[in-house]
């Protein structure tokens, strides 16, 4: 069991984990996700035991909104298993960044890794996406999932 600076939500039986530089805007990407319907797992600090995150309990439930200030929300109570780990870094642009990354998983947790901009438009969404694609209730055609782009070469329109 260890404590790392992160934050964590969860969408039903998953969770996603933020990881990156203080100040690289995890709370902000996880108050957007629990402003989509996300629980709070843990902001700042989140305890990884295997692949299940929980919260410290000194800071269970809590999550910082800058301009606001800390806010106490409802929170999940016990561990959820880790799916999606997104790590956030500023210098990587939307338009710069991997069309289909390859295959990286989160050495902690065995969950898919992904680098992403905080301030990307659709951050929200791909992270949905991704968790979709975990479930089974989506089907990934290629890049983090290890697998090529399955078209003919030229032909990206699918």
Request: glycine residues 14%; hydrophobic residues 60%.
């Given at each position: 069991m260890t404590i790392i600076h992160a934050s964590c939500a969860a969408l039903g039986p998953q969770a996603v984990l933020l990881t990156g530089a203080p100040g690289s805007g995890k709370s902000d990407v996880?108050?957007?996700l629990l402003d989509a319907g996300f629980d709070l797992v843990a902001d700042d600090r989140v305890i990884l035991d295997g692949a299940c995150a929980s919260?410290?309990?000194?800071?269970?439930?809590?999550?910082?909104?800058?301009?606001?200030?800390l806010l106490r929300v409802p929170h999940r109570t016990s561990p959820v298993r880790v799916a999606l780990h997104v790590e956030l870094q500023g210098a990587l642009a939307p338009e710069h960044g991997p069309r289909l990354p390859p295959l990286t998983l989160h050495e902690p947790t065995g969950a898919w890794s992904i680098r992403m901009n905080p301030g990307r438009p659709?951050?929200?969404?791909?992270?949905?996406?991704?968790?979709k694609c975990r479930r089974g209730e989506w089907t990934l055609l290629a890049g983090v999932n290890g697998a090529d782009w399955p078209f003919p070469s030229g032909d990206e329109s699918g």
């Open positions: 996880l108050l957007r919260a410290p309990p000194e800071i269970a439930g809590m999550i910082e909104a800058r301009g606001l200030g659709g951050l929200v969404a791909v992270i949905r996406a991704a968790l």
